[in-house]
């Protein structure tokens, strides 16, 4: 790709600002919104348009990126008369984590309105969005994928297509299942540990030597043992709102969740607790707490 292009990205929040600092780096033309104006005017300093609304920013663009929280969000935001009547013509690619289904809801809606649709979820947080190191998984026809392939290599150096629409998006909740699924684990085994009087680094050394390590342990641990979950890369409420989506949709393929239902009751007392803008790292804090945090009832 060897010319800029006209791009839009709506939604300048964690994830979303740094995204949009890659595409300004690359040299492409940026017209950027943000429900709460505040999060997105830093980067007018770096060249980007900020709009006052997103119709404004979709018409100022060719492309137009998302990364908003949750399917209802990209709604509100998108498919408002006004914002719906200027998509037409233009490629919607949605990069947030939601459900396969609302996806595949999300492609029909935008094409009744003469828009295209693509789907890239990502996996990384703050850091490899900074650094354009995420991993960027796309579906839809796969011509679409190749059109704006260069452009997702600003988030990630290697673009993979997974297939059709809803591809994409099951493989990311899967990924995203994972996180909680280990960092509980973990927590649970690092908050025994502790209890029972075993030397942490002792813990950690052999932990590492183990088949059982996955580096996102030693990525936590500091935060764990500070008890310090401010200033998140990975908010809590969004990781309950992606273990519930995973849930509902592993159920409806007929797949046992038991085991997710004890990760989705610790997620969901750490919002309980006060602790949904926290890292999600904080689900140690909910398990190493016990009872003391209360029950969902």
Avoid at 46 to 75: K, N, S
Avoid at 185 to 200: C, D, N
Wanted: proline share 4%.
């Amino acid at each position: 790709m060897t010319t800029s292009e006209k791009v839009a990205l709506i939604g300048t929040g964690l994830m979303g600002r740094p995204m949009a600092e890659r595409l300004l780096k690359a040299g492409h033309r940026l017209s950027v919104y943000n429900r709460t104006v505040e999060k997105a005017q830093p980067l007018e300093a770096l060249g980007a348009t900020v709009a006052a609304r997103a119709a404004e920013a979709i018409e100022a663009a060719d492309v137009v990126f998302l990364m908003l929280a949750d399917h209802p969000a990209i709604c509100d935001v998108l498919l408002t008369p006004e914002a719906a009547a200027a998509i037409s013509g233009k490629t919607i690619v949605q990069m947030g984590t939601i459900a396969p289904q609302q996806s595949i809801s999300l492609e029909r809606s935008l094409a009744e309105h003469g828009a295209s649709y693509l789907e890239a979820p990502v996996l990384g947080s703050t850091p490899q969005a900074a650094e354009g190191k995420l991993l960027v998984m796309a579906g839809g026809p796969q011509e679409r994928f190749e059109r704006w392939a260069g452009l997702l290599s600003c988030f990630g150096p290697d673009p993979l297509y997974i297939g059709e629409v809803g591809k994409a998006a099951a493989l990311k909740l899967a990924m995203n299942q994972l996180i909680a699924g280990l960092t509980a684990a973990f927590s649970l085994s690092l908050a025994f540990v502790e209890k029972s009087g075993v030397s942490r680094d002792l813990f950690m050394a052999l932990l590492r030597k183990s088949a059982l390590y996955a580096p996102t342990f030693d990525k936590k641990l500091d935060r764990m043992v500070d008890r310090n979950f401010a200033n998140p890369h990975f908010p809590a409420k969004h990781l309950a709102k992606d273990v519930r989506l995973f849930g509902a949709a592993a159920e409806s393929a007929n797949l046992d969740t038991a085991g997710l239902e004890g990760v989705k009751r610790i997620v969901e007392r750490a919002l309980e607790s006060g602790s949904g803008e926290d890292d999600y790292a904080v689900i140690f804090d909910v398990i190493r707490k016990g009872n003391q945090t209360g029950s969902t009832g």
